[in-house]
């Protein structure tokens, strides 16, 4: 795994090994949980402790998934660009091009990162590796599963020396078709993902927090009032620290699940979760801290 992974730095500009990473994500994470933990003492927020866990948490998934972020990023602009591609191949062996020159006017236009992968391959070709293992050694650097069939489709088409100019142009239709598709798909899934972030990470978190500071607010008017026992105001005191942490416990547990649901929904994939998982952390316990002290604010006055 951590040769993968250190793989994957390379391949985005990561210039590090994967250990000094990943101590990094570690060093950083301690370093603003102590600050965090301090700062949120003194501001006097709830179970300091929980939060001071959750930025310790929401620090390594940062710094640990932003090459895979990039990996992401990546690997979409090269299935974005993978069917003009084959179209182009296609044309130049319709007119009589061999395979390396094909891959050589390719490689010389820009199509982002798909064009180094374009020119390993050549310079495989020039090193005298045949054109079957070559483009074997790029299924294994680009980690799309689209890329990866469409090759191998390709490989299947030269060992059995089939037409691969007209193989190429229905493949490049076909994975703009599927392109397509996944765009509608987005499109379709706007409103669900603007339900999500809303009802997850802005709507919930700030009635939460309206709600634990009437709580707090009532109790405590009871309390100065002596209202009503010594016993009774102890178990309220409790049950009200009890209330709060578990309203933020769901609150974290409630921005995760729909980060999961986001990147299923919107790319077909769970992995994509870590992108969205920080953010709507962020939102939901900035707005229901922020919603209690407004309200404190409110209620003073």
């Known amino acids: 795994m951590l040769v993968k992974y250190e793989k994957v730095m390379q391949k985005n500009g990561v210039s590090t090994t994967a250990t000094n990473w990943i ?3 570690f060093g950083s994470a301690i370093i603003l949980s102590v600050l965090g933990f301090l700062v949120f003492s003194l501001v006097g927020l709830d179970h300091p402790l929980l939060i001071t ?11 640990l998934g932003y090459p895979l972020s990039l990996d992401m990023q990546r690997i979409n602009r090269i299935e974005e660009a993978f069917p003009n591609v084959l179209k182009q191949l296609g044309d130049t062996l319709k007119a009589g091009g061999t395979y390396e020159f094909a ?3 390719v490689s010389d236009s820009d199509y982002g990162p798909l064009t180094k992968e374009l020119k390993l391959v ?4 020039e090193e005298g590796q045949n054109l079957d293992k070559s483009l074997q050694l790029m299924q294994e650097e680009i980690d799309s599963r689209l890329v990866k069939r469409t090759l191998t489709i390709i490989i299947d088409a030269l060992k059995s020396g089939g037409g ?3 193989i190429l142009d229905e493949i490049a239709d076909d994975m703009r078709d599927l392109h397509r598709i996944q765009l509608e798909r987005r499109t379709k899934t706007t409103m669900q993902v603007l339900f999500l972030v809303t009802a997850g990470a802005i709507v919930g978190p700030a009635i939460m927090g309206f709600t634990t500071t ?16 010594p016993d009774v105001i102890e178990q309220s005191l ?11 416990s769901y609150i974290i547990i409630e921005a995760i699940a729909a980060s999961i649901l986001l990147g299923l929904m919107r790319d077909g994939q769970a992995k994509k979760s870590i992108i969205y998982i920080p953010v709507l952390l962020f939102m939901g316990l900035f707005l229901f801290y922020g919603a209690r002290i407004i309200t404190k604010v409110i209620l003073h006055f």
């Open 238 to 248: 409790q049950s009200k620290q009890i209330i709060i942490f578990l309203l933020t």
């Open 23 to 25: 101590a990094l994500a």
């Open 53 to 63: 866990v959750v930025v310790f948490f929401v620090v390594i998934d940062l710094v």
């Open 103 to 105: 891959l050589r006017e």
């Open 122 to 125: 050549l310079r495989r070709l």
């Open 164 to 166: 691969l100019a007209e």
């Open 214 to 229: 009437v709580l707090e607010f009532l109790i405590t008017t009871a309390v100065k009032s002596q209202a009503i026992q």
